[in-house]
C-alpha cells in the first residue's frame, strides 16, 4: 500500500545506471573535493593555509583525482539506499522520540499560523474587491481599477502561496516540503474519488511510457536537490567544525549553508512539478487502470465514483469489494479470446 506520494514510483533497471550517476556521485564527490580542500588548508590551526590548499591540488595527479572520485563513488553508495529517509526528514517526519515530537508540533503550530495568515488575507482582499464591485478573476481582470491593485496583488499572492499547503488544517506537516507533497498527496484524483497515491504504482504499469518517463523525471530532479540540500548541509557542520577556531574565518560556514537553502528551496518548487505530474498521471490514465482490471465501463461520473471508491479500498486497504466486470475481449474471429491452461 502507498502511504506517501513519493512511494509512487521508481527508478526501473534499465535506469539505474544514469540516475545513480547523476543524483549520488557528482554531489558527493563534489563534497569530497570541497573537503579535501579544507583539510589541506588546516583552518584549525588559526589562519587556513590556501595556498598549501591549492598546492595539494596541483600534486594530485591522476591517481589522486581517481582516489577522490573511488571516495566520492562509495559515499554515494552509501547514500543511496537513505535517499528515501533523507526526503522524508526534509518532509518532516522525525520519528516518536518526545523531543522529537515536540519539535515537530511545534513546527506545525508556526505553519498552522502561517497558513492560517494567508487564508486570512485572501479573504480579506476578497472582501474589499468585491465590496468595491471588482473582480479578481482572470476573466475580468480588466474589471479591477488602480485603486485597488494592491488589493489584487494581495489576494492573487496569498492564493498562489496556498498552494504550498494542504486544503486541510489537520494535514499541515511541519516543512515546507512536507506541506507541498502532502496537498499533492490529498488531491491527487480526489475529484474522482480515486485515491491517487494507492493507485498510481498500477497506474505507472498501464500508462503510455511518455507519461510514466515525465513522472520519473520529475521525481529524479526533486531527489537530486534534496540530495544536494543534504550533502550542503553536511559541508556546512564541516566547515563550522574546521573553522572554529579561526576567527572570522568561520563565516564561510555560511557558503555551504546558502547552498543548503537554495537547494531546500528548489526541492520544494520541484515537488509541486512532481506533484502536478502525479496528479496528470491519474487524470489522464485512471480509465485505463479500469481497462486493465477488467471493471465495466462507468456510464457517467456518478458511476465512476462509485467505482473508484471500490477500487480504493481494495488497492488501499486490501478489501474485498463487488465490481460489476467487462465481458472478456473478443478475438478476431468474434470468439470471446480462450482461457490458455497454466502450466502443468
Known amino acids: 500500500m502507498a502511504s506517501s506520494v513519493l512511494d509512487v514510483v521508481s527508478a526501473p533497471a534499465s535506469a539505474i545506471g544514469r540516475y545513480f550517476s547523476v543524483l549520488s556521485v557528482v554531489p558527493s564527490s563534489l563534497v569530497v573535493v570541497y573537503v579535501f580542500g579544507l583539510v589541506n588548508a588546516a583552518p584549525w590551526r588559526g589562519r587556513p593555509d590556501w595556498q598549501a590548499a591549492g598546492e595539494a591540488f596541483g600534486e594530485l595527479g591522476f591517481g589522486g583525482g581517481l582516489a577522490l572520485g573511488l571516495v566520492g563513488l562509495l559515499i554515494g553508495l552509501v547514500l543511496q539506499p537513505l535517499q528515501y529517509a533523507a526526503v522524508q526528514f526534509c518532509e518532516g517526519y522525525w520519528g516518536p522520540g518526545p523531543l522529537a515530537q515536540a ?18 488575507l485572501q479573504g480579506e482582499s476578497l472582501h474589499r474587491l468585491r465590496q468595491a464591485k471588482q473582480s479578481p478573476t482572470e476573466e475580468d481582470a480588466d474589471w479591477v481599477d488602480d485603486d485597488h491593485l494592491a488589493d489584487l496583488v494581495a489576494f492573487e499572492e496569498s492564493s498562489r502561496l496556498l498552494t504550498f499547503y494542504p486544503r486541510h488544517r489537520n494535514d499541515v506537516r511541519p516543512t515546507r516540503l512536507g506541506n507541498v507533497l502532502r496537498r499533492h498527496e490529498r488531491t491527487a484524483g480526489a475529484a474522482y474519488d480515486l485515491p491517487g497515491v494507492s493507485v498510481a504504482p498500477h497506474l505507472t504499469l498501464v ?20 540530495r544536494l540540500s543534504t550533502l550542503s548541509a553536511i559541508a556546512t557542520v564541516i566547515t563550522a567544525l574546521m573553522f572554529w577556531r579561526s576567527g572570522l574565518w568561520l563565516a564561510l560556514a555560511l557558503a555551504p549553508y546558502a547552498a543548503t537553502y537554495l537547494f531546500y528551496r528548489g526541492a520544494v518548487s520541484l515537488a509541486q512539478g512532481y506533484g502536478t505530474a502525479l496528479t496528470t498521471l491519474v487524470d489522464l490514465n485512471r480509465f485505463a ?17 462509485d467505482a473508484n471508491r471500490a477500487i480504493g479500498r481494495l488497492l488501499r486497504d486490501a478489501q474485498a469489494q463487488d465490481l460489476p466486470l467487462a465481458p472478456p475481449p473478443v478475438a478476431a474471429g468474434g470468439q470471446n479470446s480462450p482461457v490458455l491452461p497454466g502450466p502443468g
Request: hydrophobic residues 40%; aromatic residues 2%.
Open 103 to 120: 519539535v515537530m508540533a511545534r513546527r506545525i503550530l508556526h505553519h498552522r499560523k502561517r497558513r492560517g495568515g494567508l487564508v486570512e
Open 207 to 226: 500508462a503510455p511510457t511518455a507519461d510514466v518517463a515525465y513522472l520519473s523525471d520529475q521525481r529524479t530532479q526533486l531527489d537530486l536537490a534534496v
Open 289 to 305: 487502470l479500469h481497462d486493465r482490471m477488467r471493471i465495466e465501463a462507468p456510464r457517467d461520473t456518478r458511476a465512476e465514483r
